[in-house]
């Protein structure tokens, strides 16, 4: 077996590890007095609860800084064996485009894409695969979907999965026993087409022609936000026109009553809340929700809203169900599990699906069209040269059975 060795912390991240666990502990002493409180006089003070609040908003923070860290030390290097290298005069091309919008030879390797605008004469480039790889790295760090789901790229429009929605057959028979045809495996077709994402960002002239700046590093710097929070929201509740179909998108029904092409979910208990005694409980149920062979892997998603409501739960022997990472690089954990803090997870609502659980590599597909498209545009937001990017994506549930999602409903 190959050992797979830790990169040392470095001290601006052994100094967030520490803050973050003082946090912590900070948080359970404030925590543990505000409960003692409520079982006392059946109410905490007022200014309890306001101390405890305060504390999660710095554990909160705390976990953030680490959690960003943790996304930068996860990037890959730009250079590798992997990442063709262009040549020369094709790197020179497209530095000349940027710069001064000069059209290439049409021998110096850069692919010309018509119809990157209204224009009857406008026209965009292919990125190099350096500058497609930046886009794509910088997108890993930022997007937690990317991070935790199956990404593809394709060359098609469209990418056809064909999956076994239910196994062959089988059965045991006698030595001499006749041996009877079975049914053979149900098939399903998933289909995710690619749509387009796209960005604008705006340089100065002098920027461009500053012969330190990294163009390639620039631009997927400027369409990293822009892209990650579109996508985020789109993998998650994205309606599938135009976008990526996202996983709370799907038909949700009780687990009990699921079927394929459906999300299966646990209730909490209560409308908008969890319920009033034994909270644990039901999260406990939804992690045992997934069939066993999805839970090595299972991990909870939500926004920190409802990471700070579950943080103040505690298990029967009286020990948080929330612990923050233990080391440099790793997530925090609920009832053992990693978890992911996406922001556009609705908040605790009457029947809203504030929790997800399950595997989502084995669940969720992100599909990458190759090619990153640029159309140099120093026209319509003079004295600025706008950059018209576009990126094809397309996402959606691939194994409905992998991912199972928490209804704060009474039922």
């Known amino acids: 077996m190959r050992e797979t060795k830790q990169a040392p912390a470095t001290p601006g991240q052994r100094a967030a590890m520490h803050e973050m666990m003082a946090a912590f502990e900070a ?12 079982e006392k006089k059946a109410a905490a003070d007022t200014l309890l609860e306001e101390k405890v609040a305060r504390i999660d908003q710095a554990v909160s923070g705390a976990q953030a800084r680490l959690d960003r860290m943790a996304s930068e030390a996860r990037r890959p290097e730009l250079t590798g064996t992997a990442v063709p290298v262009t040549a020369p005069e094709s790197k020179a091309a497209w530095d000349g485009y940027l710069k001064s919008g000069a059209a290439p030879r049409g021998d110096w390797g850069l692919e010309l894409k018509a119809g990157l605008s209204s224009a009857s004469n406008s026209a965009g480039y292919v990125v190099p695969p350096e500058t497609e790889r930046a886009i794509e790295r910088r997108l890993m760090a930022a997007s937690p979907m990317r991070e935790i789901a199956t990404v593809r790229t394709v060359g098609a429009g469209v990418f056809k999965k064909p999956v076994s929605t239910a196994g062959i057959a089988s059965g045991w028979v006698a030595e001499t026993a006749a041996r009877p045809e079975t049914d053979p495996a149900t098939l399903a077709l998933l289909e995710f087409p690619a749509a387009d994402l796209y960005a604008s960002p705006a340089a100065t002239q002098n920027l461009l022609d500053d012969a330190l700046v990294d163009l390639d590093e620039w631009l997927a710097g400027e369409v990293e936000d822009a892209f990650a929070a579109q996508e985020t929201t789109a993998f998650v509740t994205g309606d599938g026109t135009n976008k990526p179909k996202g996983f709370l998108s799907y038909t949700t029904v ?7 092409g459906e999300i299966g979910y646990v209730a909490s208990g209560q409308a908008g809340a969890f319920a009033s005694s034994n909270p644990t409980d039901k999260l406990i149920d939804l992690v045992y929700a997934p069939k066993a062979q999805y839970r090595p892997n299972g991990r909870f998603v939500m926004n920190r809203k409802t990471v700070s409501a579950v943080r103040k739960f505690k298990d029967g022997e009286g020990n948080y169900i929330w612990q923050p990472a233990a080391r440099i690089g790793d997530s925090s954990s609920l009832l053992g599990y990693p978890v992911t803090e996406i922001e556009t997870m609705p908040d605790i609502a009457a029947n809203s699906l504030s929790i997800a659980f399950g595997d989502f590599q084995r669940g969720y597909l992100i599909v990458d069209r190759a090619g990153v498209r640029v159309l140099r545009d120093p026209y319509s937001a003079k004295p600025y040269v706008l950059f018209y990017t576009t990126k094809r994506v ?11 999602v928490m209804k704060f409903a009474a039922s």
């Open 27 to 38: 948080f359970k002493g404030a925590n543990d007095a505000r409960l003692a409180e409520i």
């Open 394 to 404: 397309g996402g959606g549930v691939q194994n409905f059975d992998a991912i199972k």
């Open 254 to 260: 009780a687990d009990a009553s699921q079927a394929w």
